[in-house]
């Protein structure tokens, strides 16, 4: 293998790793700090931002409140008889937390392989937030930056959303409200320091820095 083979190996192998973390972000509130420790998030949620139109914010601000950017996280098993560990509450898994029909539902619309997809993998994760948050755009008339909205339909499921079930839930409203916060102060971080994660990286040549 030439040398030029070895660094495009190189570059493609760090690339696709780059979506599976093992530390979560210290600092949270920032987006910049956040792509700082982990570059490859910005490329991931560029791509799914280009893809779907949601925006890199609204993304990143789902991924915060439903896994606190922890990779294998699933929900806490309920005890039986008060002490011994029974079921989980669903089967949300992975940084999106991602139920598995929902995650079924898009593997098949988008033509995925469960082989080569994981909820634990962040370019996966991302990806299947913009296309769960452009869905609910196309069915549900949600524009693809409201996120407070689109959280609502995210945490409800869309035909949930639509009765409108969250309206008896103020403390899903008041995470929904949370999330919205967080993509607004997200956004308004994003700017300083974009250009930097866009083409940072020896590799990023068109067509990866665009």
Known sequence: MNLLARLVLIAVSAYVLSGCATTPPQKQNNLCEIFEQEPGWYDHAYKSERRWGVPIAVQMAIVQRESSFRARVKPARTKLLGFIPWRRPSSASGYAQA??????????????????????DMADALDFIGWYNYTSHRQLGIRRNDAYKLYLAYHEGRTGYERGSWRDKPKVRKTAREVAERSERYARQLPACEEKFRCSAWWKVWPFCR
């Open 99 to 120: 139920q598995d029909p929902a995650w079924q539902e898009y593997l098949e619309m988008t033509g995925r392989s469960s082989w080569f997809t994981s909820r634990a």
